[in-house]
């Protein structure tokens, strides 16, 4: 498989719109945190010793999966753009994009499973899922793990559980996420106490790409903080009863700003949308704030005949990298914005239809 179909490809398997409280859960990361006993860590890891490393686990992956329609994929053939591409899909952390030694990745065709080699740790399987499907997403990577666990020497302690690089992996290794678009909790402001609240309990609430990462588009990233002295079953347990208190905050304050403000919300959701359809000039920050109202637009019932994959697609073709790459050239950051607002009109005016606006019953 090659890796031009990953670059081209904006639709992935985790952006599908299925799963459980999709319209609000986005999708389901699960991650694994792996090193092999008797090497160091990739940071203090030589060349010798990181190739060494990435033909173990490569290749232990490869043969169980011969076959399927898995691609391993070198960072080291890959030009800048590409990594970005690839970051801004969520196939890749942005530490992946510049190793000092030899690092890889091994993806499966739909893009629901990665497992990133010579990272910050030695192995990082991530299972993404669409919508809220913690267990789903648990199991698959629980399985990946099975697989290298049999034939690789973990670093295993039996007091402090799966040793890694970053002290706060150390124990189970996991990090469990679920990546949320919370509109209405930050429209109204709810958002600024929810999440100090929310980091008491041990879980805390970052940008899209994590840590350092801003919630451009109202699309938070939700995940446990602690892995040291809790089992996975208790990681899940805690995630999915906050997960679940966040989605019922969400539709709550979704109902009071239809009920109180809706001649305010419909103002801004179709502005948003006449900004997707008519501008051209498209910077990714008013890009990512017009997709959100759009998308809650057609959560809410208010905007129709927009499919939610275009949504989903266009998150994707918004990025600076990936925007790059389907112009087949580098862009400066004027020719981004325009090129970003003729890829929306163009995806948006299908056939040259407008997308329609459901009326409300007294009109």
């Known amino acids: 498989m090659s890796i031009e179909k990953f670059i081209q490809r904006a639709i992935t398997g985790w952006m599908t719109g299925e799963g459980e409280h999709a319209d609000i859960v986005m999708a389901t990361r699960i991650r694994l945190a792996r090193n092999l006993r008797g090497y160091r860590f990739p940071i203090a890891a030589t060349e010798e010793e990181a190739l060494l490393v990435d033909k173990m686990a490569t290749g232990v992956l490869l043969d169980e999966v011969n076959g399927k329609d898995y691609a391993y994929i070198r960072m080291a053939d890959l030009s800048k753009l590409d990594k970005e591409a690839l970051v801004e899909k969520h196939l890749i952390s942005p530490q992946l994009t510049n190793p000092k030694k030899q690092g890889a990745v091994v993806l499966s065709e739909d893009e629901m499973v990665s497992i990133m080699v010579?990272?910050?740790?030695?192995?990082?399987?991530?299972?993404?899922?669409?919508?809220?499907?913690?267990?789903?997403?648990?199991?698959?990577?629980?399985?990946?793990?099975?697989?290298l666990e049999k034939e690789l020497p973990y670093a295993f302690d039996e007091q402090f559980g799966y040793l890694t690089s970053c002290p706060s992996n150390t124990g189970t290794g996991m990090r469990a996420s679920v990546m949320m678009h919370l509109p209405a909790l930050t429209m109204t402001k709810q958002i600024k106490r929810i999440i100090p609240a929310i980091s008491r309990l041990g879980i805390v609430v970052r940008g899209s790409y994590g840590e350092g990462s801003k919630a451009r588009g109202n699309v938070y990233q939700v995940s446990n903080q602690v892995t040291l002295g809790k089992t996975e079953d208790e990681i899940l347990e805690e995630l999915g009863n906050v997960t679940a208190r966040l989605i019922a905050y969400e539709r709550q304050a979704r109902k009071n700003l239809l009920e109180k403000s809706r001649t305010a919300l419909e103002d801004r959701l179709f502005r948003s949308l006449g900004t997707l359809v008519y501008a051209r000039l498209l910077q990714s920050g008013e890009a990512a704030k017009c997709l959100s109202d759009v998308r809650l637009g057609i959560d809410l019932g208010l905007i129709e005949d927009v499919d939610m994959s275009i949504m989903n697609e266009l998150m994707i073709f918004m990025q600076p990298a990936f925007l790059q790459q389907y112009a087949d050239g580098e862009l400066t950051q004027e020719e981004r914005d325009v090129f970003r607002a003729k890829l929306f009109r163009e995806r948006l005016l299908l056939d040259g239809a407008l997308p329609s606006v459901k009326k409300r019953p007294e009109e």
């Open 118 to 147: 010579n990272e910050e740790d030695h192995i990082r399987i991530q299972c993404i899922f669409p919508g809220l499907q913690l267990e789903e997403a648990y199991r698959q990577a629980d399985e990946v793990d099975d697989i």
